[in-house]
């Protein structure tokens, strides 16, 4: 049974891709600012802010292939394209092959000369800017990002290019490179935005010295380049945007105001992750939003929040990183935030005194010559689309789609409600916490009706146990109802047929609480109601 409203969402993924400039804000939406139709960001962050001073990659395939995949392959529209102050303040007329030369990189220029010769003989700033452009000839926005002052992999505490007067960062010769960045791309249409400094941290960060100098490099931004949106970062690696709640910023940059945030498990305890996920991500939720989420949520002034960076291993054998991004895009979904990826390189010509080094948080592989997993496409299709809209006003109907973080796949419009590609998805109406799940435009209804069978759909009646749907779990992941001989079970995915069945709901106990330790991945079970605008 197809619901009338799947062509909405198809057609909001089908034009995700066209360019659009300049852009700027609206509320809590990133648009078009002459069309007014939101415009998301679903990046892929490409360093090139290491001591080469060029994009990675130049050395292993042509840019014009790399641009094609990020596109057509990986489905990105954006890339989150670093840089290092230094490069433009100090050696910007360095040519790519002396670059190389200085670290003795032969394999690399010999890379470069094979795959990408036209930029042996560029300066740095200018293979930067071929880059720019083949994007732009791709239909895929440019995020400038100022990741550090000194070329090198970051970050630390105590690198020296933490925090405004560290060894490295000096304010002034900081605003000057952020100004020649924003003249160089003057009237660029690939350039849509410019982050203005990555990760500030260390023992020096404090909110005075923030406000000053960050109004200081945004205004140096807007006046220079007034097309662009001008991107804050806040304090303690990114995850920190609280201090704004009692003390807004009081530049004015005529609507091209953008804050960022990162979104990472560094640290955070592996048996937290294993044995209670349910809490330990509802825990990482409320930190991430109470921090900087909130800015979507402002009932003043809500802001545009673009989530520059997370990532994990793509090699899939770290079970906390795995749970942590089922987390994180669970969130994302419902909140339909603007993002990127950490990162598209597989390898990196030279990072930390190594050569040609392997990472396994790239969405290439270490030759660059495939995926390194596919599957992490099929995980942010969804996320790539713009899920909730902004065309059409706040005053429109919301339907839901009902999605599945783990596989990044929805319930899709067919009788036996399988998953499907969530632009195909079933839209469904759910007006309060024990309603019922209703099918769009029909009077069919999502029915509990056995453990461990496929819900049916049948003529709606909320009153009934079976057909009442409540979110439980902490984590509020968890969709339950009671099958007709009253056991509670709740919404799962069938990994085999990819069908949703109904069982009994793992890690809750007979009150749908919590349990203190389970050795289930309760994940399976994850089925988000997100919202979608539609018409």
């Given at each position: 049974m197809s619901s009338p409203?799947?062509?909405?969402?198809?057609?909001?993924?089908?034009?995700?891709?066209?360019?659009?400039?300049?852009?700027?804000?609206?509320?809590?939406?990133?648009?078009?600012?002459?069309?007014?139709?939101?415009?998301k960001?679903?990046?892929?962050?490409?360093?090139?802010h290491l001591q080469v001073m060029i994009p990675e990659g130049l050395n292993k395939k042509p840019m014009k292939n790399i641009v094609s995949d990020i596109n057509n392959i990986m489905g990105f529209n954006c890339v989150r394209l670093t840089w290092a102050t230094y490069m433009y303040t100090r050696y910007a007329n360095l040519t790519v092959s002396e670059s190389l030369d200085r670290w003795n990189l032969t394999a690399a220029k010999d890379g470069v000369a094979k795959n990408n010769p036209e930029v042996l003989g560029m300066s740095i700033v200018d293979a930067q800017n071929a880059v720019v452009n083949e994007l732009g000839k791709g239909k895929i926005m440019v995020v400038l990002d100022n990741h550090i002052s000194l070329p090198e992999w970051c970050c630390g505490d105590n690198d020296g290019n933490g925090f405004f007067g560290d060894e490295y960062f000096d304010p002034d010769e900081w605003v000057r490179g952020l100004?020649?960045?924003?003249?160089?791309?003057?009237?660029?249409?690939?350039?849509?935005?410019?982050?203005?400094?990555?990760?500030?941290?260390?023992?020096?960060?404090?909110?005075t010295t923030w406000y000053n100098y960050m109004q200081q490099g945004g205004g140096a931004i807007h006046h220079e380049n007034p097309d662009i949106l001008v991107i804050f970062s806040g304090l303690s690696y990114d995850t920190n945007l609280g201090f704004l709640k009692g003390q807004p910023l009081m530049i004015k940059l005529d609507n091209k105001l953008v804050f960022e945030s990162h979104w990472y498990p560094f640290g955070q305890p592996e048996d937290k992750w294993i044995f209670q996920t349910n809490e330990y991500c509802a825990g990482v939720t409320k930190t991430f939003m109470d921090n900087t989420g909130?800015?979507?949520?402002?009932?003043?002034?809500?802001?545009?929040?673009?989530?520059?960076?997370?990532?994990?291993?793509?090699?899939?054998?770290?079970?906390?990183?795995?749970?942590?991004?089922?987390?994180?895009?669970?969130?994302?979904?419902?909140?339909?935030?603007?993002?990127?990826l950490w990162q598209l390189p597989g390898s990196f010509m030279l990072r930390e005194g190594k050569v040609d080094v392997e990472d396994v948080f790239g969405m290439y592989d270490s030759k660059w010559k495939k995926l390194r997993n596919a599957t992490m496409v099929?995980?942010?299709?969804?996320?790539?689309?713009?899920?909730?809209?902004?065309?059409?006003?706040?005053?429109?109907?919301?339907?839901?789609?009902?999605?599945?973080?783990?596989?990044?796949k929805c319930v899709g419009p067919t009788d036996n409600l399988s998953m499907t590609n969530c632009e195909h998805a079933s839209h469904w109406i759910h007006e309060h916490d024990g309603s019922s799940i209703q099918l769009v435009n029909t009077?069919?209804?999502?029915?509990t009706f056995k453990q461990g069978m496929s819900p049916i759909l049948s003529h709606c009646n909320s009153s009934t146990a079976e057909g009442s749907w409540n979110v439980v779990s902490v984590s509020k992941h968890h969709?339950?109802?009671?099958?007709?001989?009253?056991?509670?079970?709740?919404?799962?995915?069938?990994?085999?047929?990819?069908?949703?069945?109904?069982?009994?709901?793992?890690?809750?106990?007979?009150?749908?609480?919590?349990?203190?330790?389970?050795?289930?991945?309760?994940?399976?079970q994850w089925l988000k109601l997100v919202p979608v605008n539609r018409i």
């Open positions: 409203f799947t062509y909405v969402f198809f057609l909001i993924f089908s034009v995700l891709h066209s360019h659009s400039f300049p852009l700027s804000t609206s509320s809590r939406w990133i648009i078009d600012e002459h069309s007014g139709h939101r415009v960001l679903a990046c892929v962050n490409w360093p090139g100004v020649a960045v924003a003249r160089r791309y003057q009237g660029n249409p690939s350039v849509v935005a410019m982050s203005m400094r990555n990760e500030l941290r260390g023992p020096r960060q404090n909110v909130f800015l979507l949520q402002d009932n003043k002034n809500p802001v545009p929040l673009f989530l520059s960076e997370f990532g994990l291993d793509q090699s899939g054998g770290n079970e906390v990183e795995n749970r942590y991004l089922v987390c994180l895009l669970a969130t994302v979904a419902e909140m339909d935030v603007d993002w990127a099929d995980k942010l299709r969804f996320i790539q689309t713009n899920i909730q809209g902004y065309d059409h006003g706040p005053s429109n109907q919301t339907s839901y789609i009902l999605y599945h973080p783990l596989i990044g009077d069919q209804c999502l029915t969709l339950a109802s009671k099958d007709i001989q009253g056991n509670k079970l709740c919404l799962e995915v069938d990994t085999s047929s990819l069908k949703i069945v109904t069982n009994k709901c793992l890690c809750l106990d007979d009150a749908l609480r919590d349990v203190l330790k389970c050795d289930d991945n309760p994940q399976s």
